[in-house]
């Protein structure tokens, strides 16, 4: 996922999570219990979008420029490295974000 939009997601889910703390905080008549959940979140947050690299670090593969394409591709025998960094960095960031949601 491009840098751009992983800052874009982050706002996004800042706005929401403080939406959501104080929100639920005012439910059950403590409104100062939102900042503390607020914290919880933004801890939470903070852990999933560093966790959503992982894949990006550990998982580089080799590209190549193939004749005819102006584009770099993977590597032969290295495609499920990137299918497997699509659907992986969702899955950290849903581990990461679960704390905070728990919370």
Known sequence: MPERARRARGRLEIAHSCALSFGLAAVAGR????????????A??????ALS?????????????????????ASQGYLS????????????????????MGA
């Open 31 to 42: 409104l100062e219990y939102g900042f503390l959940g607020m914290a919880v979140d933004l």
């Open 53 to 73: 690299n992982i894949f990006t670090v550990m998982l580089a593969y080799p590209m190549v420029k193939r004749a005819g394409s102006p584009m770099a591709q």
């Open 44 to 49: 939470g947050l903070g852990a999933a979008l």
């Open 81 to 100: 490295y990137g299918f497997v960094g699509v659907l992986g960095n969702p899955a950290c960031v849903s581990v990461g974000a679960s704390a905070a």
